[in-house]
């Protein structure tokens, strides 16, 4: 018996195709013991199965090629981008979180972060940084992230991905101007992420109580990697937003 499952591959923080963070959304109930297979195919850093439980409202799972995610940005604000323009309520294992959508792009309400002070010499040493001003494990959703603010170009670090760790993402934050924020952010069995939205409302009010950053900034992550991401965040407590542009790349079946 075969079964067809449609698909859309969209391309996340970007205005254009093949930029930004691409993501695989499979658009037909999936059986449960071909998700991983499937993402691991398709090979990108995410690839969700939704299903739509109400007129405004879906479950979603989340896959990279290696594990299952309880919570994650961009495909978060691609999934509902892809599923239609209203305002879309969605459940994970890690989050539920309220996402907007438009012809454009989508916004995505995220819980606040909780933060714990790190020791930032290690994680300094792993990225390759000369310098750290702190860090801070942030964890959102069930996802937690590394992050390490510093003063230092981080366009041409070379990090040591074996001092990595594979639970988490350790990320360089530089503060450019009042509005922008750089991010490069690496997973060790992954590398480099071009865009991350789950790290993206920590990262930004990090910005706001450290560097002097406003509530309302852009990320710029990807570039130096030649998937650029913007990510616009409002960094208010208690009424954190993520979102961008998000793009159609590719749609097409897996006939398995």
Not at 118 to 146: F, I, N, Q, Y
Not at 185 to 209: H, M
Request: aromatic share 6%.
């Amino acid at each position: 018996m075969t079964v067809d499952l449609r698909y859309k591959i969209v391309d996340v923080f970007s205005d254009r195709p093949l930029a930004g963070n691409g993501l695989c959304v499979v658009l037909d109930p999936c059986p449960e013991a071909v998700m991983p297979a499937i993402a691991r195919e398709v090979n990108l850093s995410e690839t969700t199965f939704p299903v739509v439980t109400a007129p405004e409202a879906y479950e979603m799972r989340i896959f990279t090629p290696q594990v299952e995610l309880p919570f994650a940005g961009h495909p978060s604000v691609g999934t509902a981008w892809t599923l239609g323009p209203q305002r879309w309520t969605q459940t994970t294992s890690g989050a539920t979180v309220v996402i907007d959508a438009d012809a454009d792009g989508a916004v995505m309400g995220q819980p606040d972060p909780v933060f714990e002070e790190w020791d930032p010499t290690p994680p300094m040493k792993a990225l390759g940084l000369e310098s750290a001003l702190g860090a801070w494990m942030a964890t959102v959703g069930g996802m937690r992230h590394l992050l390490v603010l510093t003063e230092s170009p981080i366009e041409e670090i070379e990090p040591d991905m074996s001092e990595m760790a594979t639970d988490r993402g350790t990320a360089a934050v530089r503060r450019i101007d009042d509005r922008t924020l750089q991010v490069r952010l690496f997973v060790k069995g992954i590398g480099e992420d071009p865009g991350t939205g789950s790290a993206a409302g920590a990262v930004a009010v990090l910005g706001r109580q450290h560097l002097g950053n406003g509530v309302d900034i852009s990320i710029r992550q990807g570039f130096e990697m030649g998937r650029p991401c913007i990510i616009d965040v409002h960094a208010e407590d208690g009424a954190i937003t993520v979102g961008g542009r998000v793009s159609l790349c590719a749609e097409g079946v897996f006939r398995l």
